[in-house]
């Protein structure tokens, strides 16, 4: 009986059948276990089973658990203030929650010309105020303007979506990222070929809409505390 480890493959099985039932390859999407506020023995025993993407939200909180386990791939999910830009140049896989042009500045600073950090913009799909982001109608611009950004890769959009218990209901915001993402590859001549979005309560309907990334956490973890 180990709890971690059962909830740890149903995640992967369910993976599996939305990748099927969307006829998409599995190796297609990466799954971020999402381990804010769980002690670093869990990620150790998640890691054991195969696990190589974990997501953090707080620097201080993710910096402590990069030391211990540095061979891991570290993602930074959450909002990072820029006076942080010194401590996180060549920690992170990817960033996923850009939406401030200082941080970018403040990391450029700090890094040689050659190197690149892998970012994506989060978008503020559902207009929702207390969320960060960029809202879609401003998106077109604003990626063009962290394009500028020599030492900055935008990889694709990361969104949380409005919450709701019924994960049909927002499913209508994946669509909305994939086809901001489609129109502004477009107008760009770019590619972005990252969407993060879709967690545990709804990372199957995102896989259905595109995403390539997806962050979970409490379905995998247990309930935070
Ligand atoms: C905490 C968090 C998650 C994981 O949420 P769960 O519902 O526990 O799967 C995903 N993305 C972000 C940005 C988060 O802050």
Redesign the pocket.
């Known amino acids: 009986m180990n709890e971690l480890f059962d909830r740890y493959h149903a995640v992967q099985a369910k993976i599996h059948d939305a990748c099927k039932v969307a006829g998409r390859n599995i190796e297609d999407v990466t799954l971020?276990a999402?381990s804010?506020f769980h002690p670093i023995g869990a990620i150790a025993a998640v890691a054991s089973y195969g696990q190589k993407d974990f997501?953090e939200?707080y620097i201080q909180e993710a910096l402590a658990k990069i030391a211990q386990l540095p061979q891991l791939n570290w993602h930074a999910?959450?909002n990072i203030q820029s006076k942080k830009a010194k401590d996180i140049v060549g920690k992170f896989q990817l960033l996923?929650?850009l939406s401030s042009h200082s941080l970018c500045e403040e990391l450029a600073k700090r890094m040689s010309p050659h190197e690149k950090q892998d970012v994506l913009i989060q978008v503020n799909i559902g207009h929702e105020d207390q969320k960060s982001g960029i809202l879609p109608e401003n998106m077109l611009e604003y990626t063009q303007k962290i394009k500028a950004y020599a030492n900055i890769q935008i990889s694709g959009f990361?969104c949380?979506p409005p919450f709701n218990d019924d994960a049909c209901a927002t499913r209508p915001y994946f669509t909305k990222m994939r086809q901001l993402r489609d129109h502004i590859e477009k107008e760009l001549d770019i590619v972005l070929p990252h969407l993060s979005m879709g967690?545990?309560?709804d990372?199957t309907e995102a896989i259905c809409e595109g995403a390539t990334i997806i962050?979970?956490?409490?379905?995998?973890?247990g309930q935070?505390t």
């Open positions: 971020v999402v804010k997501g939200n999910i959450g996923h929650a990361m949380i967690m545990s309560g990372f962050r979970v956490g409490t379905d995998i973890f935070r």
